[in-house]
């Protein structure tokens, strides 16, 4: 078992900035963030295998970037440019099965979440 607690959320203008982070209870190989907006899905936002291979969301491509400390078993999520339809919850996800996982299905642990609030 795995478990993962996310910070670093919170209330931001439009075109701000927030440094995400995830700790891990012990080393997992992947990964990931998923985000949900009030009444939307769960949706992909990046993943990072090791601390070499990442993939992002198309909506969040050269604005947010991920990172890991494989010693300190954390993983961040720099959030740049915000916009307001950046806004949700933001989760932590981990597993340690071959591959880059991009769907949240593919994820065995999660964290609990953590807010963050764009505004206009």
């Known amino acids: 078992q795995v478990q993962l607690v996310e910070s670093g959320g919170g209330l931001v203008q439009a075109g701000g900035s927030l440094r995400l982070s995830c700790v891990a209870s012990?080393?997992?190989?992947?990964m990931g963030w998923f985000r949900q907006a009030p009444g939307k899905e769960r949706e992909f936002v990046g993943a990072?295998?090791?601390?070499?291979?990442?993939r992002y969301a198309d909506s969040v491509k050269g604005r947010f970037t991920l990172s890991r400390d494989v010693v300190k078993n954390t993983a961040y999520l720099q959030l740049n440019s915000l916009k307001s339809e950046d806004t949700g919850v933001y989760y932590c996800?981990?597993?340690?099965?071959?591959?880059?996982?991009?769907?949240?299905?593919?994820?065995?642990?999660w964290g609990q979440g953590t807010q963050v609030t764009v505004s206009s």
């Open positions: 996800a981990a597993d340690n099965s071959i591959g880059i996982h991009t769907i949240a299905s593919e994820y065995a642990y």
């Open positions: 012990r080393r997992t190989v992947n």
């Open positions: 990072i295998r090791t601390n070499v291979y990442t």
